[in-house]
């Protein structure tokens, strides 16, 4: 019986005691974290111009100054072609197509300021994100 003794007051002190949950402060700063709240609304999308020149892409004033050009790009030396960079995309209509790579182009949004370009330009749109390409 005496074995039994201290076994029960160990018992006993445990049941009466406070859980140690209730010592913990939890609002304190920094140590919970709240989950980020996200914007769930959906993003309207930008109107999809076609055709255009995306950034990157070349106008040149002339065909010659497209011809200078790709000659300077192999490395040929020559006069400097009149051309610029396109820096944002840019709506335009296509005006006539002189082969593979020679596109003559007039911009929409610039009062109709044409140009030559070699861009690839398709006939049809591309299929964008969220639409299947549909084979026949």
């Not at 999308?45 to 011809?67: F, H, I, M, Y």
């Amino acid at each position: 019986m005496r074995r039994s003794g201290p076994w029960r007051f160990v018992i006993l002190c445990l049941a009466i005691a406070q859980p140690a949950s209730a010592q913990v402060v939890w609002d304190v700063p920094n140590i919970v974290v709240p989950k980020p709240k996200f914007d769930r609304s959906t993003v309207p999308s930008r109107a999809n111009t076609w055709p255009r020149l995306d950034p990157g892409a070349v106008l040149c004033k002339t065909e010659a100054d497209l011809q200078r050009l790709v000659a300077s790009r192999r490395g040929q030396p020559g006069a400097r072609p009149n051309c610029q960079l396109i820096q944002a995309p840019t709506a335009i209509s296509i005006v006539k197509r002189a082969g593979l790579g020679e596109t003559q182009v007039a911009l929409t949004d610039q009062n109709g300021q044409d140009g030559w370009t070699d861009a690839w330009l398709p006939e049809r749109p591309l299929p964008y994100a969220g639409k299947g390409v549909q084979i026949k």
